[in-house]
C-alpha cells in the first residue's frame, strides 16, 4: 500500500480521510447531530425558577460554576439536563467497585457478553435513584437560597421527575453515540458539555484582562497550555512488558512447536479521571452538610461556617491550604485504590498462563503475578503524582496569576483532552480497518 505524502498533520489528515467514507461519515455527522440534540435538551428550564436569584447564586458560589461548565449551562438554567450523566458514572463507578466484592455480580462479569449487558441493565437501574437523590439535593439547596419558590409536594416531584427523565435521556442518547456514532457516547455527551461552557471563559479572561492586566492573563493561558500538555504525554505514556507465546501445532502427522511475541501496554495513567472524582466528592461533601447549618447573614458566624470556610475552594491562604493539600492526598490515594482494583479485576497472570503466554525470565502463576504488581505499582506513583499536581493546579494557577473570576477544571481538561484523543483513534482505526490509502503509513 503505498503512502500519500502530505503536509497536514496527522490527526487533522484522518479527519478529512474520515469524510470520504460515506459510512465513516454518516457516523461523524450523527454524532454531531445528537450533541445538536442535547444542547436543546439543556436550554430547557424547569418551571418555578427564578432565573435572576439563580445567576445572582452562580456568582457567589464557584463550586456550582465549576458544577455548570460540566453541565454545559445546564445547571445555570437549571433545566432538565442539569445534572447531566453524572448519576450515571456515578452508579457505574459502585458497580465496578462492588463486582469483585459481591459473589453474584463476580460471576456475572465472567459470562461474557451476557453477563455484561444484565450488569449494564443494574446500572441503569441504579442510575434513577442516584438521579433522584441528586435532584432533590439540589432542589433543597436552591429552595434554602430562594431560587425555587415552592416548596410543595407535588411540584416538588415532578421537578424531580422532570430531572431523572433529563437524566436518562442523556444516557440513551450517549448510547446512541455509542452504538450508531464514533466514540464512546457517555464521555462524548461529557465532552459536549464541558466544551460548550469553554465560551463563558472567554468572557471570564476579558474581564480578568481589566482587573489583573494581560501579562497575568497571558500567564494562565501558558499554564493550561503546559498542563493540556502534559496531560497528553502521561494518557499516552505506558509501560510494555515483552510477552511471548509457545504453541504446539499438529500439521502433517507431526508435531511443531511455534512461537510468538507481543507486549502488554501497563498504563502510567491507569485510573484515569476517577480518582479526581472520588476525591472532589470527599472534600466538598463537609462543607456541603455544613451549609444546611451556617448561621444566616447578618448574624456571629457558628462552627458550620467554619467548616464551609475550611472546605471552600475559594478560601484564602492560609486556610485554603487545607482544601487543596487534602484534594491532593487524596487524589494520590485514590489513584492507588483504584488502579489496584482494576488490575486485579483484569487477572493478567491468569490470562497469560490459560493463553500459553510468559514474561522472559519470569515463571508463570505466582511470581508473574509478583512481577506485574510490583511494576504496576511503580508506575502508578508517577499516575497519581500526575493527577495529583492536575488536581491542584486550577489553585497554583490562582495563586500564580491572581485571576479569581476564571473557572479552570482540572477534571474538565482531562475529560476533553482524554476524548479527544480516544475519539481521534478510534477514527483512525476505523480508517485503518478499511484499508484507506489516505491514512496508512
Known sequence: MRQRQT????????????????????????????????????????????????????????????????????????????MGVYPYITASIIMMLLTPIIPRLHALSMEGETGRNRINQITHWLTIPMAGVSGYGQMILLQREGVISSAAALPTAA????????????????????????????????????????????????????????????????????????????????????????????????????????????????????????????????????????????????????????????????????????????????????????FQQQDLPGTLQRQGGFIPGIRPGKNTKEYLDTVIKRITWAGALFLAVVAIVPFLAREATSIQVIQLSSMGLLIVVGVALDTMKQIEAQLVMRRYEGFIK
Do not use: C
Open 159 to 342: 421537578m424531580v421527575l422532570s430531572l431523572i427523565a433529563g437524566t436518562m435521556f442523556l444516557v440513551w442518547l450517549g448510547e446512541l453515540i455509542t452504538e450508531y456514532g464514533i466514540g464512546n457516547g457517555i464521555s462524548i455527551i461529557i465532552f459536549g458539555g464541558i466544551v460548550a461552557g469553554l465560551g463563558s471563559l472567554v468572557q471570564q479572561g476579558y474581564f480578568a484582562a481589566q482587573s489583573v492586566g494581560i501579562p497575568n492573563v497571558v500567564g494562565y493561558v501558558v499554564i493550561v497550555l503546559v498542563v493540556i500538555a502534559v496531560i497528553v504525554i502521561f494518557t499516552e505514556a505506558h509501560r510494555r512488558i515483552p510477552v511471548q507465546y509457545a504453541k504446539s501445532v499438529f500439521k502433517g502427522g507431526r508435531m511443531y512447536r511455534q512461537s510468538g511475541s507481543t507486549h502488554i501496554p501497563l498504563r502510567v495513567n491507569t485510573a484515569g479521571m476517577i480518582p479526581l472524582i472520588f476525591a472532589m466528592s470527599i472534600v466538598i461533601f463537609p462543607s456541603m452538610i455544613a451549609s444546611y447549618f451556617v448561621a444566616p447573614a447578618g448574624a456571629d458566624p457558628n462552627f458550620a461556617n467554619y467548616i464551609q470556610n475550611l472546605f471552600s475552594a475559594d478560601a484564602a491562604l492560609p486556610m485554603g491550604l487545607f482544601y487543596w493539600g487534602l484534594y491532593f492526598v487524596l487524589t494520590m490515594a485514590f489513584a492507588f485504590f483504584y488502579t489496584m482494583v482494576i
Open 7 to 82: 503536509s497536514r498533520p496527522r490527526l487533522l489528515q484522518a479527519m478529512f480521510d474520515a469524510f470520504r467514507l460515506p459510512d465513516l461519515r454518516r457516523r461523524i455527522l450523527f454524532t454531531i447531530g445528537i450533541l445538536v440534540i442535547f444542547r436543546f435538551v439543556a436550554h430547557i428550564p424547569l418551571p418555578g425558577v427564578d432565573s435572576v436569584a439563580l445567576q445572582n447564586l452562580f456568582e457567589q458560589n464557584a463550586m456550582l460554576g465549576m458544577l455548570d461548565m460540566f453541565s454545559g449551562g445546564a445547571m445555570r438554567n437549571f433545566s432538565i439536563a442539569a
